[in-house]
């Protein structure tokens, strides 16, 4: 089975071109003003009018209100919509678009109760746990605790990057992963941290590194 790929936290119609051209399946675009990824619906309308067909246009949501997601939808294309609240499946449903539910992953129960009460998503998406944010965090969890029985598709998220997302494949098999900070640019030289890192400019995609991240995503897909 061949995995698909998207790319989250699109800021530019550039990013979302370079993301093409490389091959990846979606892209999405965040509707959460405290994201730093946070795209204003202008900018969103500018993303969708660059990108060319067969790429799935993604909106991301945390803990909306009815009128924002409305709102979007009037302006923007989207494709998909993506929850990454305590939204209910009713909510979820109600807009009349494809979606996909994202939660945090701290026990294999969880997932599995993801599961049994977003049945009706067309994929669960399973990132870290951090008590503080709904995503965006960085990090991996224990890729161990994911089950193999999966009612709905499952698309892993979480600390990927061209280093590790080959692995994560060949463990998980899912039918997706989805990557942002991964792929991100970072700051110049002058700007690296005292150990010597550089910081990640969010929002602002590396070409070459999507390049490279779907390169790691289409090795496993070719040999699989």
């Known amino acids: 089975m061949r995995t698909r790929t998207k790319i989250c936290g699109i800021t530019r119609p550039e990013d979302a071109l370079a993301a093409a051209r490389a091959g990846v399946d979606a892209i999405g675009l965040v509707f959460y003003e405290p994201s730093p990824r946070c795209v204003t619906l202008e900018r969103a309308v500018a993303v969708a009018e660059a990108l060319p067909a067969f790429v799935t246009l993604t909106g991301l949501f945390v803990n909306p209100d009815r009128m924002l997601v409305e709102q ?32 945090r992953v701290r026990e294999r129960a969880d997932i599995e109760q993801g599961f049994n009460v977003w049945g009706q ?15 965006g965090t960085g990090q991996r969890f224990d890729w161990s605790v994911i089950p193999e029985r999966r009612p709905i ?8 990057d061209a280093t590790n997302v080959a692995e994560a494949i060949h463990q998980v098999r899912p039918w997706g992963v989805d990557v942002s900070g991964g792929v991100e640019a ?39």
């Open 72 to 103: 979007v939808l009037s302006r923007v294309p989207l494709d998909l919509l993506q929850f990454h609240g305590d939204e209910s499946p009713d909510f979820c449903s109600q807009f009349h678009r494809r979606w996909i539910k994202a939660i």
């Open 121 to 135: 998503a067309s994929g669960l998406l399973v990132d870290a746990y951090d008590p503080e944010r709904y995503g």
């Open 153 to 160: 598709p499952l698309i892993l998220a979480g600390g990927l």
């Open 186 to 224: 970072s700051d110049q030289p002058g700007g690296a941290s005292p150990a010597g890192s550089r910081a990640v400019m969010k929002g602002i995609k590396d070409a070459a590194k999507i390049t490279e991240f779907l390169s790691e995503v289409n090795s496993v897909n070719q040999t699989d």
